[in-house]
């Protein structure tokens, strides 16, 4: 009766669409001041390289099926450094304009405060400078999590569907998707008393968008590239200590302890997040401290709009919350643009090369042709005339750039020069290599 009592907030939905993106300018307004002092992150710059190459050759099916295909795809009208940061903050917008949905429809403002806490850290800074893909990806998570959670409540089958529909768009965008996707699955008997057979009918409404689409994909990329579905180089491998995570997430261990002190089934539901992020960094997943973090933020997120707003409950929300923005500044380095803005310089000098005069591989200097802003001056293993002129860069190609990594030029050319080139300039572990009497 209590929660049935509370006043609604009579916003419209506009005016959510309008406070989301204002509440996700702060942090956006702080990444695109990072990359005009010329920080890119490597993410942002593989996306980039891949998606120049794309354009300048014409040819779609350069995208491949490199895993996430979907940041490539919403890049495609406007490639440019301030393109992420930009996409990330309308998406965080439209994810905190979903809070504000639920908080309209529930009539509970803990959430509200609990998000607070993570506004006024620098988690969201991070997310949108380091990998715009990742936010995109956890807001369609916390939107399926609340259509999942409104299945829970009552019952029509239209709700687990379309939280089936919004994770087959999630899995696009990142890993967490399908696993938690399954997981949610397993715990439909667990959080409802149904039948085995209402369970498992119940778990195909939710699974078959999302093992449709993902094994859809797979075999499109296998039908295409003849091989599995490949990682961008630049996802991140290592992964942050449980323990950093826990300590980064206080808001997700207050509303774990809260379940466990009433011994509530939801408990093993809540746990998700973790089995997913075990699970992940042994298939080559690795993740971010902001990024995991983030995750573990929707689960309590999801599970506070029940409350009601008691003094001592908003009292305890209030101080995870200061806790959540404590954690972040104490646990994250600032993110610092480079101390020189040679790279930038380099890329762009590099792009006024003549068309299909420099040999390089985009697997090691992707940076550089991320700054670049275009593929044309160079020749990339998807060309048709890369193995030629890697065998023979003299008669084929002016410029050879050679940059540390796992392509094909580091091996061949990485300390020894082509005959007939020499040196012209090296820059952290890059060489461009120029053939002589060749003008600068």
Do not use: N
Not at 179 to 192: D, E, M, Q
Not at 248 to 269: D, E, I, M, T, W
Not at 277 to 290: I, V
Not at 341 to 362: N, Y
Request: glycine share 10%; hydrophobic share 50%; charged share 10%.
């Amino acid at each position: 009766m209590a929660s049935a009592s509370r006043k609604r907030p009579t916003w419209s939905p506009p005016l959510e669409l309008g406070l989301g993106l204002l509440l996700a300018l702060p942090a956006g307004m702080a990444a695109l001041g990072l990359t005009q002092e010329g920080y890119l992150s490597d993410l942002h710059a593989a996306y980039l390289a891949k998606v120049y190459l794309t354009l300048d050759r014409g040819r779609l099916e350069f995208l491949g099926f490199s895993y996430p295909p979907l940041p490539l795809l919403l890049l495609l009208p406007w490639p440019s450094p301030w393109a992420p940061p930009i996409l990330g903050t309308i998406v965080l917008g439209l994810g905190f304009a979903l809070l504000l949905a639920e908080v309209k429809r529930r009539a509970g403002i803990l959430p509200l405060v609990l998000a607070g806490g993570f506004l006024l850290s620098p988690w969201p800074i991070h997310l949108l400078a380091q990998d715009f893909a990742q936010v995109l990806g956890l807001v369609l998570l916390w939107w399926a999590w609340t259509l999942y959670l409104r299945w829970l409540e009552e019952g029509l089958s239209f709700f687990l569907f379309a939280s089936g529909l919004v994770l087959s768009l999630a899995v696009y965008a990142t890993p967490f998707a399908l696993p938690l996707g399954v997981l949610f699955a397993l715990g439909i008997g667990l959080l409802r008393r149904m039948e085995p057979r209402a369970w498992a009918a119940a778990s195909l409404v939710l699974l078959f968008p999302l093992l449709f689409t993902t094994l859809a994909w797979t075999y499109l990329g296998w039908l295409f590239t003849g091989g599995g579905i490949s990682l961008y180089r630049a996802l991140p491998q290592e992964t942050p200590p449980l323990g950093e995570v826990f300590l980064a997430s206080p808001a997700y261990v207050a509303g774990g302890l809260f379940l466990l002190a009433r011994v509530r089934p939801g408990l093993l539901l809540y746990l998700a997040p973790l089995f997913v992020l075990l699970a992940l960094t042994p298939l080559g997943f690795g993740y971010t401290l902001p990024v995991a973090t983030a995750l573990l933020l929707l689960f309590p997120l999801g599970g506070l709009h029940c409350l009601a707003p008691k003094p001592h409950l908003l009292g305890a929300t209030l101080l995870v919350a200061l806790l959540q923005a404590v954690a972040g500044w104490a646990l994250l380095e600032p993110l610092k643009p480079p101390p020189d803005p040679l790279e930038r310089a380099i890329g762009q000098t590099l792009a006024q090369a003549p068309p299909r005069s420099t040999l390089a591989d985009d697997r090691e200097s992707y940076r550089l042709l991320a700054w670049a802003g275009t593929a044309r001056p160079f020749v990339l293993p998807a060309d048709a005339g890369f193995l030629l002129a890697l065998s023979a860069p003299q008669a084929y190609v002016s410029r050879v750039l050679v940059c540390p990594g796992g392509g094909a030029l580091q091996p061949r050319y990485g300390q020894g020069t082509p005959p007939g080139f020499r040196e012209e300039w090296r820059y952290k572990g890059c060489r461009l290599l120029r053939k002589r009497g060749e003008p600068p």
